[in-house]
């Protein structure tokens, strides 16, 4: 697993793919964005692809629909550790944690534009460890990753919708090789954005799929 403390390191890295933008906000978003950057360096996204280069989503808990498992970097972290880490929390079992493809550096500031904070939004690679299987096997919630489009309407969050089949385009549980992905509702394979996905993750979810 590689190690990672400063995404600023992958600005001329090869392979990586690294963005830039600016969001305006007011006064109150502005603290909040201040308060969060004081513990907080950013959002790690784990992004675990299987043979066929279908990706692996979960329906999270904390949002209305399906994401890639993703979750907050404490300040002094490393982000290859933090992805390894809510990998394993959100899929429930650890996958093999692989080379970052993607960083968004979303600078914040007031409607003046006096005073700006930074964030960064990395996206690493990953896929499952061998040794536990294939699709169906051992492979991989927050809210919508800063930097990666205003491309949701009607982004409010909400509770995740209650457990049942995948919908279309899914494997569905218990099929060929039925294992914690396969007999997991919650867990899924996709080989295109599903209709279902969460607000705010379907412009990351397609990057990962084109």
């Not at 502005?30 to 043979?51: C, K, M, P, Y």
């Not at 993703?70 to 429930?92: F, M, Q, S, T, Y």
């Not at 409607?111 to 964030?119: F, I, W, Y």
């Amino acid at each position: 697993m590689v190690n990672l403390r400063d995404p600023e390191s992958l600005r001329e890295e090869p392979g990586v793919d690294f963005r830039e933008q600016e969001q305006v906000v007011d006064d109150e978003a502005f603290e909040q964005a201040v308060e969060g950057a004081e513990n907080q360096s950013g959002l790690v996204v784990v992004a675990v692809t299987d043979e066929q280069d279908r990706l692996l989503l979960v329906d999270s808990e904390w949002v209305d629909g399906w994401t890639l498992p993703n979750g907050p970097v404490g300040a002094d972290e490393d982000w290859a550790v933090a992805a390894d880490r809510w990998a394993e929390d959100e899929l429930h079992f650890p996958v093999q944690i692989e080379e970052p493809k993607l960083v968004i550096r979303t600078e914040t500031r007031t409607e003046d534009g006096d005073e700006s904070v930074v964030g960064y939004t990395v996206a690493f690679a990953a896929s499952l460890i061998p040794a536990m299987g294939g699709s169906g096997g051992m492979g991989p919630g927050g809210g919508p990753p800063p930097g990666v489009g205003p491309d949701d309407e009607g982004s409010s969050e909400g509770e995740g919708p209650p457990a049942g089949g995948p919908p279309s385009g899914g494997a569905g549980p218990g099929g060929p090789g039925a294992g914690p992905i396969a007999s997991n509702p919650n867990l899924d394979w996709f080989g295109a954005v599903p209709d279902e996905v969460a607000p705010g993750h379907h412009a990351l979810v397609q990057y990962f799929l084109d």
